[in-house]
Structures are given as structure tokens and as C-alpha cells.
T-cell receptor, first 112, second 115 residues
């Protein structure tokens, strides 16, 4: 089974600054999907950004962007102009054949 | 986007009783539904995958007789925790996918507390 590793249990960022969350994964497949989900205290999973592995272009969604390095099996999330509302748990996820696996998560704190 | 609901959002039950959690896709047909369990400060762990009209496929280590999953229609899946014990207390999240299998839509979760 594919594994997803998030090596940063906790991260902290100053409001309006930029922070990068790391994610690596292990797979022998070439066609798959990668996701970043945000889980606020309500625990509702919120999709932040999605990347298709066959696309070389990095996905972006407003202040959120990824650095997808397929050969290195790395999928980091960059949050620009951090806001207090960005504080949450962030999970990296790998999806193939309807089988989604999650990393352990990174708790992001935003300091005012 | 597609909406998935769960009911109830929070349930407290006594040890030894059974609890049913519903997961509904509100605006699309969910060919496949998934059940995850999340313990405090941990990640989501897949418990089982169910396709409409078929028996669920359970992950290794998940007791199929304890966690009964039914996916009787394209919009409803249920998870029944039978003879619940305090160690079953957790946050249960369902997700669903339609004909496109390149994404999943998550429900808001159900917090189960077994006394």
C-alpha cells in the first residue's frame, strides 16, 4: 500500500507571512492524485488543493500553491499571506484506484 | 461541489449497545462510499470501502462483525457499531465518490462516545 509521510507534526507562522508544509509519498505507480486537506476544529475535511500526477504544472488556489516533484515523490504546500483562519490540521493525501491514504498531519498555528 | 451529510453528528451510548451512523450523498449518486476512523490528534484511517449493492471490503484489523456497513442505495450508506465499548469511542468520517474516482467528498463526521 502507498504510504504518505508528513515529517512536520507542528508548524508555526506569523500572520501575513509564508509557510511551507512538507509531504512525501511512496508509490510505484505513475498515475495518481495528490491532495491537501484542511481540518479545522470542527473536524470537517476541507479540500485545499488537488494535483494530478500526469500534470507537470503545479496546482494553485489563490494563496495556496504546491511544489510537486514527481521524481522525488514530494508534494509540499505553500501558504502565502497567512491568515488567522488558516490555523488548522493539514493532511496530505494520495489517491489511486479509489483508495485514499493520508499522512499523519501537520498542525499549523498562525500567530497574530 | 458535491455534498455529503452524516447523521447524527454526535452520539453518546452505553457500553454494550449498538449505534447506527448514516452517510448520505445529497446531490450525486455515490457509487462508492468509504468509512474512516479518526482518534484524537491522529490521522484518518480507512476502515472499509463499500460499493452500492455489494458487501463492504474491510481493511486489515477492522472487525467486520463489529462494524457493519450497508450500502443499499446510491445515496445512503450506514455504519453500525455493534456492542459498542469505550475503546470504540472515536470520530467517524464517511466519504463518497461518484462515477469519477479521482476525488472523494467528505461528510462532517460523527463523534461517538461510549460510556
Amino acid at each position: 500500500a502507498q504510504t504518505v509521510t508528513q515529517s512536520q507534526p507542528e508548524m508555526s507562522v506569523q500572520e501575513a507571512e509564508t509557510v511551507t508544509l512538507s509531504c512525501t509519498y511512496d508509490t510505484s505507480e505513475s498515475d495518481y492524485y495528490l491532495f491537501w486537506y484542511k481540518q479545522p476544529p470542527s473536524r470537517q475535511m476541507i479540500l485545499v488543493i488537488r494535483q494530478e500526477a500526469y500534470k507537470q504544472q503545479n496546482a494553485t488556489e489563490n494563496r495556496f500553491s504546491v511544489n510537486f516533484q514527481k521524481a522525488a515523490k514530494s508534494f509540499s504546500l505553500k501558504i502565502s499571506d497567512s491568515q488567522l483562519g488558516d490555523a488548522a490540521m493539514y493532511f496530505c493525501a494520495f489517491l489511486r484506484d479509489n483508495d485514499m491514504r493520508f499522512g499523519a498531519g501537520t498542525r499549523l498555528t498562525v500567530k497574530p | 461541489g458535491a455534498v455529503v451529510s452524516q447523521h447524527p453528528s454526535w452520539v453518546i451510548c452505553k457500553s454494550g449497545t449498538s449505534v447506527k451512523i448514516e452517510c448520505r450523498s445529497l446531490d450525486f449518486q455515490a457509487t462508492t462510499m468509504f468509512w474512516y476512523r479518526q482518534f484524537p490528534k491522529q490521522s484518518l484511517m480507512l476502515m472499509a470501502t463499500s460499493n452500492e449493492g455489494s458487501k463492504a471490503t474491510y481493511e486489515q484489523g477492522v472487525e467486520k462483525d463489529k462494524f457493519l456497513i450497508n450500502h443499499a442505495s446510491l445515496t445512503l450508506s450506514t455504519l453500525t457499531v455493534t456492542s459498542a465499548h469505550p475503546e470504540d469511542s472515536s470520530f467517524y468520517i464517511c466519504s463518497a465518490s461518484g462515477q469519477r474516482t479521482d476525488t472523494q467528498y467528505f461528510g462532517p463526521g460523527t463523534r461517538l462516545t461510549v460510556l
